[in-house]
């Protein structure tokens, strides 16, 4: 993230206000202290210019644009749910998995 920040010319304070979060914030995130939430990496992507996926190490290297923007919405939605919500999910995801490999 900070290559890509210095790279358009940025400092750690310009990239916070266009993304109206404290400076300490992008200091933190860029030196490993924090983890930003994924609005707060989406909102770093597109001041920056870059995919989301640019942040993340995957084990597949072309991940099309048409999976990556509901994968990147489903990470969002992860984020805003309880506990109930996210073992809902998950047992959704389960049965969605076999149902995909029978």
Known sequence: ????R???GLTQAQLAEAIDKAFETISNIERGKTAPNFST???IANVLGLPMREFFELD??????????PLI???TMIFQMDDRQLNLLLKLG???K?????
């Open 1 to 4: 993230m900070k290559a890509a």
């Open 98 to 102: 076999e149902d995909g490999e029978s």
């Open 94 to 96: 389960q049965v969605l």
């Open 60 to 69: 597949h290297e072309d991940v099309s644009d048409a999976r990556q923007r």
């Open 73 to 75: 919405q489903l990470n």
């Open 6 to 8: 210095q790279q358009k």
């Open 41 to 43: 990496l989406y909102d």
